[in-house]
């Protein structure tokens, strides 16, 4: 049976996705917690800068370019089918809520 991916809707702590996400990019992919560059979700199953654990995958510019950053993420997943895929926009947009909301707390 082929299977598709859907968008679901979930609750998460903004800061367990950022301290265990995997950014993938065109070349190389950096960690949500530390910002360490250049990894490869094909070696890195944690960062071997801060040693996190990836549990979540995203790519930047998804929602510009869709059909070449739904490969790259799709990828990912084929290898670490363990990984939760997370929308970058939803994860950026929620990071800055937070961020706002500490501020002025
Ligand atoms: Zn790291």
Redesign the pocket.
């Given at each position: 049976m082929a299977h598709e991916y859907l968008r679901i809707f979930k609750e998460f702590s903004i800061e367990e996705v950022r301290d265990h996400l995997l950014i993938l990019g065109d070349l190389s992919s950096d960690?949500g917690?530390?910002r360490?560059i250049g990894l490869d979700f094909n070696k890195h199953e944690n960062?071997p800068?801060?040693g996190?654990p990836f549990r979540y995958v995203t790519s930047r510019r998804l929602e510009l370019h869709p059909e070449e950053r739904f490969r790259i993420v799709r990828r990912a997943l084929e290898k670490r089918p363990h990984w939760t895929f997370i929308d970058y926009l939803d994860f950026q947009k929620t990071l800055g809520q937070k961020k706002a909301r500490d501020f002025f707390a």
């Open positions: 960690c917690k530390c360490a960062c800068e801060c996190a």
